[in-house]
């Protein structure tokens, strides 16, 4: 297993367009979570998954931000109708139990313009 | 609410000297502390980890935390710096009020000049 994988690695995208980005989590990992960076931030929480179920979804993430992790296995971002507001670094890291660090992916670096 | 601060945004140390980054941190509960790295252009790696136990942890490249309780303080240290530490760190704490979800500081930049 080479770790946490994302894709695309960088998307660029004009307001009001959909975008979509997916994350493949170590196999043996049973959360799944995505975290959004802004320069200079630190990382924000959006959402995560314990297996299939999504548990946790920031107040911070409007409707137009859903989530999926179908089967437990990897997971879908989708971002509808994107404003110049959602360009960030987006994250995704997995882990085993609560208890344990996060293993990070390289993230999907989005630019609404 | 559960919460990290960094008060220091940038530490700037000599190589070979002592390095140490704040961490204060609120939080209910036993508090599960976590201390990351990000190097320029690669994503956050995982440092090290305050479960329980021993005040003094120790993890990755050399680095480790001093837990302390009564200052609600998690500061990390190295005994001697090198160059390649230069990097962005953040420190965390686990959210024990339900879903048990990191919450991450800003960030502290650290430089190392030769």
């Known amino acids: 297993d080479t770790g946490v994988s994302q894709d695309p690695r960088h998307k660029i995208t004009k307001r009001g367009q959909n975008v979509t980005f997916r994350c493949d989590p170590i196999s043996e990992h049973n959360r799944l979570y995505w975290y959004r960076q802004t320069l200079g931030q630190g990382p924000e929480f959006l959402t995560y998954f314990q297996n299939e179920a999504q548990l946790e979804k920031s107040r911070l993430l409007s409707d137009r931000f859903s989530a999926e992790r179908p089967k437990g296995s990897f997971s879908t971002l989708e971002i509808q109708r994107t404003e110049q507001g959602d360009s960030a670094m987006y994250l995704c890291a997995s882990s085993l139990g609560a208890d344990n660090g996060y293993t990070f992916g390289s993230g999907t670096r989005l630019t609404v313009v | 609410a559960q919460s990290v601060a960094q008060p220091e945004d940038q530490v700037n140390v000599a190589e070979g000297n002592p390095l140490t980054v704040k961490c204060t941190y609120s939080?209910?509960?036993?508090?599960?502390l976590f201390w990351y790295v990000q190097y320029p252009n690669r994503g956050l790696q995982f440092l090290l980890k305050y479960i329980t136990g021993d005040n003094l942890v120790k993890g990755s490249y050399g680095f480790e935390a001093e837990f302390n309780k009564s200052q609600t303080s998690f500061h990390l240290k190295k005994p001697s710096a090198l160059v390649s530490d230069s990097a962005l760190y953040f420190c965390a704490v686990r959210d024990n009020t339900g879903g048990f979800k990191t919450i991450f500081g800003a960030g502290t930049r650290l430089f190392v000049k030769a």
């Open positions: 939080v209910s509960g036993n508090p599960y």
